[in-house]
């Protein structure tokens, strides 16, 4: 089983920055990817970032440019540099890990207002 925690959220004014951390702990060796998820209200959770355990990252085609996802594997944590913010960046963030399952956390909220 693995347990992934998030944290880093909250409110700040377009064009701002904010960073995103998610901490894996339990059977970590399975896991081979972690990423970064978000949902806005009445829409799909979409693909924000994604890294493999070789560093291979890719990004939804609407944060490229902008976000930066990274790794600290002594850490077991993933981070999401977010910058340039924008409006439509407010949604809930889930960390997301990859294994012979998928475990999600329980989601942080990242509001972008002025």
């Known amino acids: 089983q693995v347990q992934v925690v998030e944290s880093g959220g909250g409110l700040v004014q377009p064009g701002g920055s904010l960073r995103l951390s998610c901490a894996a702990s339990?059977?970590?060796?399975?896991?081979?990817?972690m990423g970064w998820y978000r949902q806005a209200p009445g829409k799909q959770r979409e693909l924000v970032a994604r890294i493999t355990n070789g560093g291979s990252t890719n990004y939804g085609s609407s944060v490229k440019g902008r976000f930066t996802i990274s790794r600290d594997s002594a850490k077991n944590t993933v981070y999401l540099q977010m910058n340039s913010l924008k409006p439509e960046d407010t949604a809930v963030y889930y960390c997301?890990?990859?294994?012979?399952?998928?475990?999600w956390g329980r989601g942080t909220q990242v509001t972008v207002s002025s």
């Open positions: 339990g059977s970590i060796r399975s896991i081979y990817a």
């Open positions: 997301n890990a990859e294994g012979s399952l998928q475990y």
